[in-house]
């Protein structure tokens, strides 16, 4: 079982930056793909980028392309997600998971997640 914990959240002008972590303790395994996964209120959760185990493949959704990159360090076990040119429409409680398959991971349907990290974007 691989734990996850999400920080590094906050508020930010439009236009400013911030860069999310996600640390896993447990279980964890560098081959494992972990994404980025957001949820404003009101509205479903929706994936926003993921990255393979070995960190040379990435993904992103079409709005946030070109304005967030995901990487990871796996001797710290954490995975990052710096987000710069933010937007009003960014704000919402940002959260990790992870799955062996990174080409699985976006639609894939988790049972767990954890405690988020909230994203405030102000105009």
């Known amino acids: 079982q691989v734990q996850l914990v999400e920080s590094g959240g906050g508020l930010v002008q439009a236009g400013g930056s911030l860069r999310l972590s996600c640390v896993a303790s447990?279980?964890?395994?560098?081959?494992?793909?972990v994404a980025w996964f957001r949820q404003a209120p009101g509205k479903e959760r929706e994936f926003v980028a993921a990255?393979?185990?070995?960190?040379?493949?990435?993904y992103y959704a079409d709005s946030v392309r070109g304005r967030f990159t995901i990487s990871r360090d796996n001797a710290k076990n954490t995975v990052y997600l710096q987000m710069n040119n933010l937007k009003p429409e960014d704000t919402a409680v940002y959260y990790c998971?992870?799955?062996?398959?990174?080409?699985?991971?976006?639609?894939?349907?988790?049972?767990?997640w954890g405690q988020g990290t909230q994203v405030t974007v102000s105009s």
């Open positions: 990255i393979g185990g070995s960190g040379g493949s990435t």
């Open positions: 998971n992870a799955h062996p398959s990174v080409q699985a991971i976006s639609s894939y349907d988790f049972d767990s």
């Open positions: 447990g279980r964890t395994s560098s081959t494992f793909a």
